[in-house]
């Protein structure tokens, strides 16, 4: 079993089954609208398609998590009860829409905000695969059969390193200044698809999870 260190929380909604495809998914300007170090619940605002690509994940049974960078817990900008409070938030918006509440997987870390930096945080900070191994144990994933989404190229890189079959670079969030660094990621075995935003995910799921 993978053990959280201090610094990183998961949560899990849900038991771990057989290995099977998922999907995962950063927060922060991919599953909700970005805020700059998003620490208030009334600033939470899901994004387009949203919605649409979990229905679309809980129809298929393909299981979801997400995995998010928290850098503004230790740079002292707000804390974990902010955060739950954002994640409560969250739960409650896609609760709304039918949706059941996400496995997540957060990291406070940054390297020059967390003391005494060491490979540990690096492993669990994206571009390191820490959050998508944890989200893989507790969900029961393939990681060879599943695929990541995500604004930033750091997130891209997150999935390569765990192994996953691919990502997904989607233009909202920091997606558009990003998008070539995001590209820039992909090898002739991790292959990085582009979509606009989540709403365009939804039409590419029998591609990336074929029956």
């Not at 805020?35 to 979990?54: H, I, Q, T």
């Not at 679309?56 to 998010?68: D, I, N, S």
């Not at 896609?94 to 905000?113: I, Q, R, S």
């Amino acid at each position: 079993m993978i053990v959280l260190p201090e610094g990183v929380r998961g949560v899990c909604h849900g038991e771990a089954a057989p290995p099977r495809p998922g999907l995962i998914l950063d927060r922060d300007g991919v599953v909700v609208v970005e805020v700059n170090y998003l620490s208030r619940p009334d600033d939470v605002a899901l994004e387009r398609g949203a919605v649409d690509l979990l229905k679309a994940c809980a129809a298929r049974g393909v299981p979801v998590g997400v995995a998010t960078n928290q850098s503004g817990i230790d740079r002292g900008y707000f804390g974990w009860a902010e955060y739950d409070a954002v994640a409560a938030r969250l739960d409650a918006l896609l609760a709304e829409h039918g949706v059941a509440p996400l496995t997540t997987a957060a990291c406070a870390y940054h390297p020059k905000h967390t003391p005494d930096w060491s490979p540990q945080h690096d492993h669990w900070r994206k571009p390191g695969p820490g959050l998508c191994l944890w989200l893989a144990e507790v969900l029961g994933l393939d990681l060879a059969r599943s695929w990541l989404v995500g604004d930033k190229a750091s997130d891209l890189k997150a999935a390569r390193a765990a192994g996953m079959a691919g990502a997904l670079h989607v233009l909202t969030g920091h997606g558009i200044e990003e998008r070539t660094k995001a590209l820039d990621v992909a090898t002739d075995t991790f292959p990085v698809l582009t979509a606009d935003n989540l709403a365009d995910v939804v039409g590419m799921m029998d591609r990336l999870f074929p029956a």
